[in-house]
């Protein structure tokens, strides 16, 4: 069998998308931010930005998940679709952009300074995560072959290309939650407080795997 790839004009579509909102990401992430925001309370804001962040995390999942189902594996989504879809993955991208961004503006002053750095962190880490996953399937879905090449798989045949985007527990998280927990257990807060914990255990759940290989040389119908 010939090595031409023959993916569906669908997933030329969405690796085209998929490349401009890593370009937009890569673009927006380190652009300093110039106006400052004086926080005081800091348990309040790293409860709520924790909250904010797992909320998108779990948005930006389900939307990989409805692309596999509703893109990748639907043979009737045109491109009006899958701008669809990746607008809604957009979204869910800008909100944490924007968390991050937001992050970084706080003028904190002594503990806080490495607290507000610790939460960057987390922020920049799946932030980084979810970049190398777009760099990875828009090239994967318009340059297969090259993809397959550095992967050392084959150029023919039946080939399975497997995508994974994993979101994993930042360095930072762990130490962010031992400070939080610190911060709460000294000011006898209501017991269920957030401390991190959480997106802790949401994070170890956040795994989606598209597979395209049955479509790389002409195998769909």
Same mark, same amino acid.
């Given at each position: 069998?010939?090595?031409?790839?023959?993916? /569906?004009?669908?997933? %030329?579509?969405? $690796? @085209?998308?998929?490349?401009?909102?890593? +370009?937009?990401?890569?673009?927006?992430?380190?652009? !300093?931010?110039?106006? +400052?925001?004086?926080?005081?309370?800091?348990?309040?804001?790293?409860?709520?930005?924790?909250?904010?962040?797992?909320?998108?995390?779990? =948005?930006?999942?389900?939307?990989?998940? #409805?692309?596999?189902?509703?893109?990748?594996? #639907?043979?009737?989504?045109?491109?009006?679709?899958?701008?669809?879809?990746?607008?809604?993955?957009?979204?869910?991208? @800008?909100?944490?952009?924007?968390?991050?961004? #937001?992050?970084?503006?706080?003028?904190?002053? $002594?503990?806080?300074?490495?607290?507000?750095?610790?939460?960057?962190?987390?922020?920049?880490?799946?932030?980084? *995560?979810?970049?190398?996953?777009?760099? *990875?399937?828009?090239?994967?879905?318009?340059? /297969?072959?090259?993809?397959? +090449?550095?992967?050392?798989? !084959?150029?023919?045949?039946?080939?399975?290309?497997?995508?994974?985007?994993?979101?994993?527990?930042? /360095?930072?998280?762990?130490?962010?939650?031992?400070?939080?927990?610190?911060?709460?257990?000294?000011? @006898?807060? !209501?017991?269920?407080?957030?401390?991190?914990?959480?997106? %802790?255990?949401?994070?170890?759940?956040?795994?989606?795997?598209?597979?395209? =290989? +049955?479509?790389?040389?002409?195998?769909?119908?």
């Amino acid at each position: 069998m010939s090595g031409d790839t023959l993916l /569906p004009r669908r997933l %030329l579509v969405l $690796g @085209e998308a998929l490349s401009a909102s890593e +370009k937009e990401l890569s673009t927006r992430v380190d652009v !300093p931010v110039d106006e +400052k925001i004086f926080v005081s309370d800091m348990l309040s804001r790293i409860q709520s930005a924790l909250g904010a962040l797992e909320a998108t995390l779990c =948005g930006l999942v389900a939307c990989v998940n #409805n692309m596999m189902d509703g893109i990748v594996s #639907n043979e009737a989504a045109d491109a009006a679709a899958v701008h669809r879809f990746v607008g809604r993955f957009d979204a869910f991208l @800008e909100q944490m952009i924007i968390g991050y961004q #937001n992050v970084q503006s706080w003028e904190v002053y $002594g503990e806080d300074v490495l607290v507000r750095d610790l939460l960057a962190g987390v922020y920049r880490h799946s932030l980084d *995560e979810t970049q190398e996953w777009l760099q *990875e399937t828009s090239e994967a879905l318009t340059s /297969p072959m090259t993809v397959l +090449k550095r992967r050392g798989l !084959p150029t023919e045949g039946h080939v399975e290309l497997r995508l994974m985007l994993t979101l994993t527990e930042a /360095p930072e998280l762990e130490a962010l939650s031992f400070w939080a927990e610190r911060q709460i257990s000294r000011r @006898e807060v !209501p017991a269920g407080e957030t401390t991190g914990r959480g997106l %802790l255990e949401t994070l170890g759940l956040l795994a989606v795997c598209w597979g395209i =290989g +049955k479509m790389l040389f002409g195998g769909e119908d």
